[in-house]
């Protein structure tokens, strides 16, 4: 099973509103990934879990908040987005944080209204 | 400044026709350099991945070269086919900098291929 699964597909949410997003994957890899994609942009990434403990958060607002339950899950936590967070939500997972390829799942479609 | 370019944003070909698409970068010394297809509200899907010692990479109808002297990786598709129309992304890994294994993503070539 080589599959990175996303949930849900597609989120409107206000801004007041308190939503997560959900990402598994049973390939027995350590390292997983949230990478935020705006229209006709690259992937950037917001946060790096290794072993189940945060090594990187690239100065990402608290907004957004990560959490690793277990080595296939990974959760991100919304909480007073702005209309400028709405993008494509990226989870990916590796063998290992390094020298590894980058297994990606479908993406979250976020609108914040 | 550190800076990651894809030769351009869109490119037009022809079935049949090699695609080469180009991936530069400066102030960057990657250990490895990785290729990705990301088709319209889709994750990107891991295609190739070749290391700093390695001059060339290929899969099937698929071949990457990395030269780290010109900053430079050319990643070619030959005999192209429609279905390969997406966009294609180069990676590159930070391991050998402060950054640990993060990876930074070029902007994208759209690539369409033309009946």
């Known amino acids: 099973d080589t599959e990175v699964t996303q949930t849900p597909k597609h989120l409107v949410m206000g801004m007041t509103n308190k939503k997560s997003l959900k990402c598994e994957q049973h390939?027995?890899?350590?390292?997983m990934y949230w990478y935020k994609q705006k229209a006709k942009k690259p992937p950037e990434l917001m946060f790096v879990?290794?072993?189940?403990?945060?090594?990187i958060n690239e100065s990402v607002p608290s907004r957004f908040s990560p959490e690793c339950p277990n080595s296939s899950l990974l959760n991100l936590h919304l909480h007073a987005l702005q209309p400028e967070d709405s993008a494509l939500y990226l989870c990916a997972s590796s063998q290992e944080f390094g020298t590894y390829e980058q297994y990606f799942g479908p993406g979250t479609r976020l609108t914040v209204t | 400044s550190q800076k990651i370019e894809q030769n351009s944003e869109a490119l037009n070909i022809q079935e049949g026709k090699t695609a080469t698409l180009t991936c530069n970068y400066t102030n960057y010394s990657p250990a490895y350099l990785q290729w990705y297809r990301q088709d319209p509200g889709r994750g990107p899907v891991f295609l190739l991945l070749?290391?700093?010692?390695?001059k060339e990479k290929r899969k099937e109808r698929l071949k990457v070269t990395f030269d780290t002297t010109l900053k430079q990786s050319l990643f070619h598709i030959t005999a192209s086919q429609p279905a390969d129309s997406a966009t294609y992304l180069c990676a590159l890994d930070l391991s050998l900098e402060a950054q640990g294994g993060k990876l930074i993503f070029g902007q994208g070539t759209e690539l369409s291929v033309k009946p």
């Open positions: 390939m027995g890899h350590r390292a």
């Open positions: 879990y290794s072993y189940e403990k945060l090594s």
């Open positions: 070749i290391r700093e010692n390695e």
